[in-house]
C-alpha cells in the first residue's frame, strides 16, 4: 500500500513564524499536491509538482511556497503565518495521470495563535 | 471552469436503508469522476472512480455510483447503510484539460442512524 506520511498531526504556532509542513511518500510518485480543508469549501489547491525542483501554483498560492528536492518529500512552508491560515492542511501523492487516484497522507490540523 | 458540486451538506439514513449522496459536475468533454470518504482527523481514502466504460461503477466496502452524462451527475450508492458508514464523502473530477489536477466538491457528512 502506498504510504503518505505527513510529519505532524496536529501544531500550534504564533503569527510571524515561518512555518514548515513536511510530507513523505514511499511510492516514488510522480506528483505531489498540497491542500487545505476548510469547513464548507471543501478541499482547495494550494501547490503541486509534477518533479524535483519543480512547482506549479494552486489555487490559492498566497502566503505559502513549497519545495521539492527530492522526489519522495513534498514541504510546504508558510513564510509568516496569520491566523486564516489555520486550517488542515492534506499532502496528496499519485502517479503520471488525471485517471488515477489520489493517495492522502491523514493530514496536518495547523493552528496560528 | 472546471468544478463539482455536492448540493447536500448532510445526509441522515437509518441504518439498512439505501443511502445516495449526490454529486454534480461541470466539465468540458469526458470527465474522469472520483469518491473518496474522510473519517475524523484522517485524510481521504479513495472509494471508486469512473474513467469509462460502464456507468455502473463499484468500489470499496460496498459502495457504487452512477455516472449519468446527461445529467452530468456521478451519485454514491449503497443499498444497505451501516454506522460504520458515518462520514465525510468528497466527489472530485479531473479532465485531460486539468492538467493532473483535480478538483474537489465541499463535502457531505452522512449519517448513518442506528
Known amino acids: 500500500d502506498v504510504k503518505v506520511t505527513q510529519s505532524s498531526r496536529y501544531l500550534v504556532k504564533r503569527t510571524g513564524e515561518k512555518v514548515f509542513l513536511e510530507c513523505v511518500q514511499d511510492?516514488?510518485?510522480?506528483?505531489m499536491f498540497w491542500y487545505r480543508q476548510d469547513p464548507g469549501l471543501g478541499l482547495r489547491l494550494i501547490y503541486f509538482s509534477y518533479d524535483v525542483k519543480m512547482k506549479e501554483k494552486g489555487d490559492i498560492p498566497e502566503g505559502y511556497s513549497v519545495s521539492r528536492e527530492k522526489k519522495e518529500r513534498f514541504s510546504l512552508i508558510l513564510e509568516s503565518a496569520s491566523t486564516n491560515q489555520t486550517s488542515m492542511y492534506l499532502c496528496?501523492?499519485?502517479?503520471?495521470?488525471?485517471?488515477?487516484?489520489?493517495?492522502f497522507g491523514d493530514g496536518t490540523r495547523l493552528s496560528i495563535l | 471552469a472546471q468544478s463539482v458540486a455536492q448540493p447536500e451538506d448532510q445526509v441522515n439514513v437509518a441504518e439498512g436503508n439505501p443511502l445516495t449522496v449526490k454529486c454534480t459536475y461541470s466539465?468540458?468533454?469526458?470527465?474522469?469522476l472520483f469518491w473518496y470518504v474522510q473519517y475524523p482527523n484522517r485524510g481521504l481514502q479513495f472509494l471508486l472512480k469512473?474513467?469509462?466504460?460502464?456507468?455502473l461503477v463499484k468500489g470499496s466496502y460496498g459502495f457504487e455510483a452512477e455516472f449519468n452524462k446527461s445529467q452530468t451527475s456521478f451519485h454514491l450508492k449503497k443499498p444497505s447503510a451501516l454506522v460504520s458508514d458515518s462520514a465525510l464523502y468528497f466527489c472530485a473530477v479531473s479532465h485531460s484539460n486539468t492538467g493532473n489536477q483535480f478538483y474537489f466538491g465541499t463535502g457531505t457528512s452522512l449519517t448513518v442512524i442506528p
Open positions: 466539465v468540458s468533454g469526458n470527465p474522469y
Open positions: 511510492m516514488d510518485h510522480e506528483n
Open positions: 469512473y474513467i469509462t466504460g460502464d456507468n
Open positions: 496528496t501523492s499519485g502517479t503520471g495521470g488525471f485517471y488515477q487516484p489520489q493517495h
